[in-house]
Every structure is written in C-alpha cells, then in structure tokens.
C-alpha cells in the first residue's frame, strides 16, 4: 500500500510563501506523474501543477510563475513551492501519484493552506 504524506502547509498573509512537500513511501520513479491538486471550499478539486517522470511540468494558468513543482527522486518527494500567494489560493491541497503497474491513482490526506489578505 502506498502513502502519500503532505506536510507544510499553513496560514500566510497574502504575497508570501509556503513549500508544500510530499513525502511517498516507495520510490516516486515508480509513478508516471505526480501533481499537485487543490480543493477550495464549495469548490471541485482542480489540478494545480503535474511533474511527471519524465518531461516537463505543467501547471494551471492561475499560478504560472508563481508555483513550482519540483522533485527529489533520491528523497522520494514531492515538492511545491508557492510564492507570492494570493487569498484565491486558499484551499487543501492534495498530493497525487498515477502508477501504471499495477494501474492505479493514489492521494494523500491534504494539508490546508490558507491565505489571508
């Protein structure tokens, strides 16, 4: 069994930072891609950044220059840095791991970060 563990998240006022991390308990080589999503409230979870194992990340147009996602492969993690946040970035944000043998999509518990303006 897979488990995604996200950590970092918090409360900041709004033009600062936070670095979520996603620690798997396998190696994040073994997934096609990883990506980070975010779920605000009254609202469906929307897909912020994508990392896969290979080629280039991609995000939402909402938080182009503003998040990176990043990975270290040796420490099995995750990475989403996020600068300059804004009050609309206020949500849970949830890790999310895709594997192809055996076929399945795996999610952490979500850690909430919440910007005030």
């Known amino acids: 069994q897979v488990q995604l563990v996200e950590s970092g998240g918090g409360l900041v006022q709004a033009g600062g930072s936070l670095r979520l991390s996603c620690a798997a308990s396998?190696?994040?080589?073994?997934?096609?891609?990883m990506a980070w999503y975010r779920q605000a409230p009254g609202k469906q979870r929307e897909l912020v950044a994508t990392i896969p194992s290979s080629g280039r990340t991609n995000y939402v147009e909402s938080v182009k220059g503003r998040f990176t996602i990043s990975r270290d492969n040796a420490g099995n993690t995750v990475y989403l840095q996020m600068n300059s946040l804004k009050p609309e970035d206020t949500g849970v944000y949830y890790c999310n791991a895709i594997s192809q043998l055996p076929p399945f999509n795996y999610w952490g518990q979500g850690t909430q970060v919440t910007v005030s303006s």
């Open positions: 396998r190696s994040i080589l073994s997934f096609t891609v």
